[in-house]
């Protein structure tokens, strides 16, 4: 591990101090009605709660570089206005984008809201509320968008390379078209990074009569469920690489460990986060000049949608999950969220339509996890 990775490491639940360890686990067992300190974070979606917790560990992290992180001290008589004002400089330092700032500290207040709940820790939630309210974007996501069908393009030209390029590796080849199927799968489902990553054959992605994607409430980060097909035009891909790229991959163990995870990386591993929005940036980058994280995937989807149908625009709602519009909205509207997903979809199988008769790019060699 480097100097950069260990300063802005996440301190995992288990090298935390045994009574924040403790603390947390309070917090997350079932509420207690009875008892004001049991429970607390146990209404939170397990997402959050996993976000919660490596916001606090980060924080734990910068303590222990410091020599700070005092195991005879209570989480919140470490948490000091000194310290935070330090912290606070410390984030500034790494170039984090100022929203990324405010949700750090907000993390902390919230925790420390639920592992010691006698302090006062509301002005640290206000003071990343101020922050929040001050933040600026660190860049325009306008800048680094595409169109949809450019990028289901690139997806599918490097599929096809990987079927069809003989000087490369069965394991390049297996990357490459894991790659492509990610960007391909991503642009018509724009799932966040978590639900994406997440994806399990026989958990969340089950073959009955078709291909389908059902994520639970607590996996998601608005607490609805997910429920949708794969999309039509890449059941083939998904099968092609299950049967041969998938079990390719496998072959970088040493001794073959078994996992149900979608997304296998070179070394035969289940990918993590950090993994997918690697490749998800090296490969866009590779193409377009510009990196397109995971995110930008949704506005790219929101974009569309509001662009070819501004009437019918309620429906960005429905295909990004997003929870905020009133049961009667959805209800109301449910005609035109339908339509205007459906144009969005219906764009990109036109456009893959079209590529059938286009010859592949010859120029795919890309970055290779």
């Keep these: 591990m480097t100097h950069g990775s260990l300063k802005t490491r996440c301190l995992p639940v288990s090298e935390w101090p045994e009574q924040d360890q403790n603390a947390w686990a309070l917090a997350l067992q079932p509420y207690d009605a009875f008892d004001a300190v049991v429970g607390l974070a146990s209404g939170w979606a397990a997402t959050t709660q996993d976000v919660m917790a490596a916001g606090y560990g980060r924080w734990l992290n910068w303590l222990a570089q410091r020599d700070e992180l005092d195991a005879s001290k209570s989480p919140g008589q470490r948490a000091t206005q000194a310290r935070l004002e330090a912290y606070l ?8 984008a100022e929203f990324s700032i405010a949700g750090r500290i907000k993390q902390l207040g919230r925790m420390l809201q639920m592992i010691e709940p006698a302090g006062n820790w509301v002005w640290i939630v206000r003071a990343a509320d101020r922050l929040q309210s ?6 325009d996501r306008r800048e680094i968008m595409q169109p949809p069908e450019e990028i289901l393009q690139l997806g599918l030209d490097l599929m096809e390379a990987a079927e069809h390029d003989r000087f490369r590796t069965d394991t390049d080849r297996a990357v490459l078209f894991r790659d492509g199927l990610l960007l391909a799968f991503l642009v018509q489902r724009p799932f966040r990074r978590s639900n994406l990553t997440g994806l399990t054959l026989g958990q969340n992605l089950e073959f009955t009569d078709v291909w389908q994607i059902r994520i639970e409430e607590d996996d998601t980060k608005n607490g609805a469920p997910i429920s949708c097909d794969w999309p039509t035009g890449l059941v083939e891909a998904l099968e092609r690489y299950l049967k041969i790229h998938r079990e390719t991959l496998f072959r970088g163990q040493k001794v073959r460990v078994e996992t149900q995870a979608l997304w296998i990386s070179k070394q035969g591993k289940a990918m993590g986060d950090d993994a997918v929005y690697f490749q998800i940036k090296a490969r866009t980058k590779a193409e377009f000049g510009r990196a397109i994280n995971p995110h930008t995937f949704r506005d790219i989807a929101a974009t569309t949608i509001a662009e070819c149908s501004p009437a019918e625009s309620t429906a960005i709602m429905d295909v990004l999950g997003h929870g905020s519009m009133r049961t009667s909205e959805r209800s109301y509207n449910r005609a035109g969220m339908i339509a205007a997903g459906e144009h969005y979809h219906r764009s990109l ?4 339509a079209r590529a059938d008769d286009r010859e592949t790019r010859p120029d795919v060699a890309r970055p290779n996890e």
């Design 134 to 139: 001050a933040a600026q974007p660190k860049r």
């Design 89 to 96: 400089e410390s984030l500034r330092s790494e170039d984090l």
């Design 349 to 352: 199988d036109a456009h893959r």
